[in-house]
């Protein structure tokens, strides 16, 4: 195996192991979109969880809705392999 060439390096950014593709490109627009929709929305909420009322402010009722999404996901995407 060959060492990498400074012509490799620059591609990745100078960082090893790490290539910007556009998957991964559009995974980090699409993660500052979600953040920003996030927090523009504050406002309190009320939410039902299957039997109490819980009022709290919307932004941590999305956020956490999109950390199960997430993990669930990953969970799934890693179980698949």
């Known amino acids: 195996m060959s060492p990498k060439t400074s012509e ?3 591609r990745t ?3 090893r192991g790490v ?3 556009p998957g991964r490109i559009a995974v980090l627009v699409l993660g500052i ?3 920003v929709f996030v927090f ?3 406002r309190a909420t009320r939410i039902r969880l ?3 009322v819980v ?3 919307l ?4 956020l956490a809705t999109g950390l199960i999404g997430a993990l669930c996901g990953s969970y799934f995407t890693r179980r698949r392999r």
């Not at 932004?59 to 999305?62: D, G, H, K, R």
């Open 59 to 62: 932004w941590i009722a999305l």
């Open 50 to 52: 299957l039997v109490p």
């Open 40 to 42: 523009g929305n504050t």
């Open 19 to 21: 290539l910007m593709t």
């Open 55 to 57: 009022t709290t402010p």
């Open 8 to 10: 490799s390096r620059e």
């Open 33 to 35: 979109l979600g953040l």
């Open 13 to 15: 950014g100078g960082r």
